[in-house]
């Protein structure tokens, strides 16, 4: 992108300044709803990110699947499964939260000395620019056929896999009318199929089964 | 008033900011105990490669672009991965009724 150093920088600090924020936010607040809309704001400087390597096409990708699908995903998710739960208490977790940091600090060693020891075949050819999403297309309908096909096939079968993951399984029908009850009344009063400690079963409701 | 630095930035910082991004998904990733939180650490350490990708296309690979068509792949494959994954916490949470990571243990010997 042909803008002066300067700026650059600013806006790299500044976006990965978000990035780093956000996603410690992400993984250490304890309200999970606050980690959700981090994580959207985490996305957004990614997709700012792009934009300052020459990626405009992608950006905009970003901004719609991981902003406008997965992260509302992920905010359904959690209302759906919102439940004021006490955790409990594990044995050494504290030990196990530093070790697991001692890992984590040594991957990033790893990384960072690969990082600055290897000789990077830098400066490339200068960047495509504004052609890039042309060439994407290019891309996409020549030598990366093949991957693009399936991609709309795996698209198709994660479709078809959330959906009967996610479905609820009608169990009952209405001794009366003959009709399927009402599956949500149902669940209030059923329990849970493998919950540890089961508490005694609705006798009414297992005599309709 | 000159305030222009002669150096732009370069590959290295980006690759750092990727580095630091995956660490805080992979310590996520072990220690959350809610699962909705294991899979926003998948997607943290899916950006960081995704970042890796965009830098060495835009850096090395200028003209050919091919980091920016694998990032496009990445993104199709963590779209589908997430809804996958909230489908089977949700069922995971009606068989259940917990989030709780360490109560998911039906198959731990």
Same mark, same amino acid.
């Given at each position: 992108?042909?803008?002066?150093?300067?700026?650059?920088?600013?806006?790299?600090?500044?976006?990965?300044?978000?990035?780093?924020?956000?996603?410690?936010?992400?993984?250490?607040?304890?309200?999970?709803?606050?980690?959700?809309?981090?994580?959207?704001?985490?996305?957004?400087?990614?997709?700012?990110?792009?934009? =300052?390597?020459?990626?405009?096409?992608?950006?905009?990708?970003?901004?719609?699947?991981?902003?406008?699908?997965?992260?509302?995903?992920?905010?359904?998710?959690? =209302?759906?499964?919102?439940?004021?739960?006490?955790?409990?208490?594990?044995?050494?977790?504290?030990?196990?939260?530093?070790?697991?940091?001692?890992?984590?600090?040594?991957?990033?060693?790893?990384?960072? !000395?690969?990082?600055?020891?290897?000789?990077?075949?830098?400066?490339?050819?200068?960047?495509?620019?504004?052609?890039?999403?042309?060439?994407?297309? =290019?891309?996409?309908?020549?030598?990366?056929?093949?991957?693009?096909?399936?991609?709309?096939?795996?698209?198709?079968?994660? =479709?078809?896999?959330?959906?009967?993951?996610?479905? !609820?399984?009608?169990?009952?029908?209405?001794?009366?009318?003959?009709?399927?009850?009402?599956?949500?009344?149902?669940?209030?009063?059923?329990?849970?199929?493998?919950?540890?400690?089961?508490?005694? !079963?609705?006798?009414?409701?297992?005599?309709?089964? | 008033?000159?305030?222009?630095?002669?150096?732009? %930035?370069?590959?290295?910082?980006?690759?750092?900011? /990727?580095?630091?991004?995956?660490?805080?998904?992979?310590?996520?990733?072990?220690?959350?105990?809610? /699962? %909705?939180?294991?899979?926003?650490?998948?997607?943290?350490?899916?950006?960081? %490669?995704?970042?890796?990708?965009? /830098?060495?296309?835009?850096?090395?690979?200028?003209?050919?672009?091919?980091?920016?068509?694998?990032?496009?792949?990445?993104?199709?494959?963590?779209?589908?991965?997430?809804?996958?994954?909230?489908?089977?916490?949700?069922?995971?949470?009606?068989?259940?009724?917990?989030?709780?990571?360490?109560?998911?243990?039906?198959?731990?010997?």
């Amino acid at each position: 992108m042909t803008i002066a150093s300067f700026t650059q920088w600013i806006c790299f600090l500044a976006l990965s300044a978000a990035v780093v924020v956000g996603s410690l936010g992400v993984v250490l607040l304890p309200n999970i709803v606050y980690s959700a809309f981090l994580l959207g704001g985490v996305f957004l400087s990614v997709a700012g990110l792009y934009l =300052m390597l020459n990626a405009s096409f992608v950006a905009a990708a970003q901004v719609l699947v991981y902003v406008g699908a997965v992260n509302v995903l992920i905010l359904f998710a959690i =209302m759906l499964v919102n439940k004021k739960e006490t955790l409990a208490e594990i044995p050494g977790l504290p030990l196990r939260r530093l070790l697991s940091g001692g890992v984590c600090a040594g991957l990033f060693l790893l990384l960072l !000395r690969v990082d600055v020891t290897t000789p990077w075949a830098v400066p490339g050819p200068s960047p495509a620019g504004d052609d890039a999403t042309i060439k994407i297309g =290019m891309h996409l309908f020549s030598d990366y056929l093949l991957p693009f096909e399936l991609a709309s096939v795996l698209l198709l079968m994660a =479709m078809i896999g959330a959906i009967v993951l996610a479905r !609820r399984d009608v169990y009952t029908v209405d001794v009366i009318t003959g009709e399927n009850a009402d599956q949500a009344l149902i669940e209030k009063i059923r329990t849970p199929l493998l919950v540890e400690t089961a508490p005694d !079963r609705n006798p009414a409701l297992e005599s309709t089964r | 008033m000159n305030l222009s630095i002669p150096v732009d %930035v370069p590959l290295q910082a980006y690759l750092v900011l /990727a580095a630091i991004l995956f660490c805080t998904g992979v310590w996520g990733l072990i220690n959350s105990r809610n /699962a %909705v939180r294991v899979l926003m650490s998948i997607e943290l350490m899916l950006n960081a %490669v995704n970042i890796n990708l965009m /830098a060495f296309s835009s850096y090395i690979d200028g003209q050919l672009i091919r980091g920016q068509v694998f990032a496009i792949f990445v993104i199709t494959v963590a779209a589908a991965e997430a809804a996958v994954g909230l489908a089977i916490l949700l069922s995971l949470y009606r068989n259940r009724e917990t989030v709780d990571m360490e109560r998911f243990n039906l198959l731990r010997w």
